[in-house]
């Protein structure tokens, strides 16, 4: 089983930064993706931005030029980086990995718990 653990939400002014930390741990054969998405108060979730074991990386139009998202290849982990913060960000953050699993190989997609972004006018 695979886990993500996240961290690294919290209140903040528009126009200040916020960085965001998904880990992932457990048992595993590859990952092939990870990423980040997020649900506002009413809404849908909603694709922030995501990158690949190739390091191909895609981000949503509205964040484009103040986030920017990274991984530690050594630690499993992802880091979303989110500057220029705006009201409108705000939401719940998630932490998705999707990728095979060990032996039989079985795909696998998980979700982190979520975690929460204010930001305040």
């Known amino acids: 089983q695979v886990q993500l653990v996240e961290s690294g939400g919290g209140l903040v002014q528009a126009g200040g930064s916020l960085r965001l930390s998904c880990a992932a741990s457990?048992?595993?054969?590859?990952?092939?993706?990870m990423g980040w998405y997020r649900q506002a108060p009413g809404k849908q979730r909603e694709l922030v931005a995501t990158?690949?074991?190739?390091?191909?990386?895609n981000y949503t139009d509205s964040v484009k030029g103040r986030f920017t998202i990274s991984r530690d290849d050594d630690k499993n982990t992802i880091y979303l980086q989110m500057n220029s913060l705006k009201p409108e960000d705000t939401a719940v953050y998630y932490c998705?990995?999707?990728?095979?699993?060990?032996?039989?190989?079985?795909?696998?997609?998980?979700w982190g718990q979520g975690t929460l972004v204010t930001v305040s006018s």
């Open positions: 998705n990995s999707a990728g095979v699993g060990r032996f039989p190989y079985n795909p696998f997609e998980v």
């Open positions: 457990g048992s595993f054969f590859r990952i092939n993706s």
């Open positions: 990158i690949t074991s190739g390091g191909i990386i």
